[in-house]
């Protein structure tokens, strides 16, 4: 079955830029909406689409969330838009997504950039965030600030907690509610952890941009990177956790322009 995802879409940009499209995919529990301030940068020089992957942001709730999945509703995607050729952005989940679209179609792909994120399967990291987001479905909040409090008797980070509520919408019936397709995340949970899909490497350009202080990529998951991504370069900014491209935003940008033009 073929979704329709919801996208940002910035259109052509303005003059005759020479720059392929960026297509953004975000990660767990995020949506397009949280790479605005750095959509409003890139669409200067280029167009920008930035996915709402199936189960998050406005995009529908079904059941699956193998990667080869996911690629293929993104794959379906672009072909509704047009789009033949682009450069690739993932962050965490996201970046899975991006590594398997990109060996299962790397004609597509002129660059590939993956932030935070190796090609390997991760340990149950979650719990406290389904616990989190459950305790709000069950508390029935009326205020966000309600909301926010149910999740910090879960959590103790309110970074966290702040970045999940970007999730919450409130019904017709005046309660805070989820958006995400959360029993289906929590269903594919086992999907989401695992190694992106595919059997060949991108041969292509890649980038792989980490946080100094983020534990998701580590020097030791080299000869896995590399298998995926032969052609990869590494980058790492020292500091960043895995939110690298909220707390380290013009840092992040610059490193993948950079990265595009010289490649």
Known sequence: ???????????????ESPALPLVVLHGLFGS???WRSHIKQWQNDRRVVAVDLRNHGRSPHVEGMRYAAMASDVIALLDDLGIERFDLLGHSMGGKVAMTLARSTPARVAHLIVADIA?????????DVFAAMRRVEAGRPTSRRDAMALMQEEIDDAATCQFLATNLLRGDDGVMHWRVGLDEI????????????????FEGPALLIRGGASPYVQDRQRDTVEAVMPNVEWQTLEGAGHWLHAEQPDAFRDAINRFIANS
């Open 186 to 201: 929590g269903a594919g949970y086992e999907d989401i952890i695992a190694p992106p899909d595919g059997d060949r490497p």
């Open 119 to 127: 090609p390997v399967a991760y340990d149950h990291g979650h719990d």
């Open 32 to 34: 397009a909406d949280n």
């Open 1 to 15: 079955m073929t979704l329709q995802l919801h996208c940002i879409d910035t259109g052509a940009s303005d003059g």
